[in-house]
């Protein structure tokens, strides 16, 4: 696998949430370049799963697209937080439920030429209704 090397990094802005970078690096093959992205702690995602085997989903609005989403529950991991207390408290800000087990099955990069995030993916099961 080839790698860059990182010359120097900069933040050139910064917000409670994510941190906006400036890297210059230099290729395997010799040649610099420029990379601007953001870097955030990292976020969680949850698979909610009924009783009944059904997955549970969530509807909310995005505003950057102006639109309503169909999607899990997912959300960043704040200050003080690991990313299963993060799936724990999305899970029930977003739908409404707490889980009883959560398992992690995996992680993945949402969007890789963007962000260094990283997002775990958990399996809630043994859901109870809270009052969300």
Known sequence: MQSWKTIKSEV???TPWTTFKHNEFEMSNGKNGHYYFVSTR???MVIPVLPDG???LTRQYRYLVDRESIEF????VKEGQDHEQAARSE???ESGYRAGSLQRVGEYIPMNGVTDEICKVYIARDLTKTKQ
């Open 42 to 44: 990292g976020s969680s």
């Open 73 to 76: 529950p997912a959300g960043g």
């Open 54 to 56: 059904r997955v549970l």
């Open 91 to 93: 899970l029930e800000e």
């Open 12 to 14: 050139f802005f910064q």
